[in-house]
């Protein structure tokens, strides 16, 4: 099986390693596993060389599975490091009516302005959590309303960028990169009957658009095609 066919996700607590594979043609879950690992907390300080081998056991594991070699995986965090900021912006529209191109000029204006403000941190997740036209709430995108102003309540989900240095070059030193990093505790916040025990899974179904609230971020090997070239899953 090729690489191209699955997408692999790795997910570290300080008790235990999962690893999920899933099938992109029918999203079928193909390979599960944990294993457990004893680490005090997943921070700048943690020594990830105690990661190593349990790592590279479920990389050889999954690798002998699918009969093919990995070089990209999605990565669920657990860590206590992670902040949210919050953040509302607003656009004047004269009265005209709401379109895609405002609201992504807002989420767009916000993760700049995050940046600027907080250049040590990672953005991981991007929710939005409220939208304010004509002094009304609305919880989704509220497209082709006439307005004079329309406001955005955003969420960031951060990691400290030296920590997620430290992840990246633990996976490296294995010839694997990681696309993009999930936060266990968000994720954690979608768990259902059918998926409580499996982390993994969670993370699958939040990049295929589990969370209508959420913008995804395009990944950084593709990140030149466009901040918002296909993020929105809530304007299907």
């Known amino acids: 099986m090729s690489e191209k066919e699955i997408d692999v996700y790795f997910s ?12 992109k043609l029918d999203h079928s879950l193909i390979f599960f596993n944990v294993e457990n690992i004893n680490t005090v907390s997943l921070n ?6 105690i990661l190593e081998k349990p790592i590279e056991k479920n990389i050889r594991i999954i690798e002998k599975n699918i009969d093919s070699f990995i070089t990209n995986i999605f990565l669920m965090i657990d860590t206590n490091e992670t902040i949210s900021i919050y953040i509302s912006l607003m656009k004047k529209l004269d009265n005209k ?10 989420i767009q204006d916000a993760k700049l302005q995050i940046l600027k403000a907080h250049s040590d941190k990672d953005i991981l997740h991007i929710l939005v959590n409220k939208y304010v036209v004509n002094d009304l709430d609305y919880d989704f995108v ?8 329309i406001s955005i309540d955003i969420q960031f989900i951060c990691l400290t960028k030296n920590l997620t240095k430290k992840i990246e070059t ?9 696309d993009r ?12 009957n059918e998926n409580q025990g499996n982390i993994c899974q969670i993370g ?3 990049n295929r658009g589990l969370n209508k ?24």
């Open 181 to 192: 990093m999930i936060c266990s505790n968000y994720a954690k916040s979608f768990v259902s």
């Open 44 to 49: 700048e300080d943690t020594n990830f060389e």
């Open 170 to 178: 633990l996976f490296n030193n294995f010839q694997i990169s990681v």
């Open 12 to 23: 570290l607590n300080k008790k235990e390693l999962s690893v999920g594979v899933f099938k």
């Open 213 to 236: 609230q959420e913008v995804l971020i395009v990944p950084k090997k593709i990140e030149k095609s466009g901040f918002f070239e296909k993020l929105f899953h809530f304007f299907k």
């Open 142 to 149: 509220p497209l082709d309303i006439n307005c004079n102003k």
């Open 97 to 106: 009516k709401i379109q895609q191109k405002d609201i992504k000029y807002l």
């Open 204 to 206: 699958y179904n939040l």
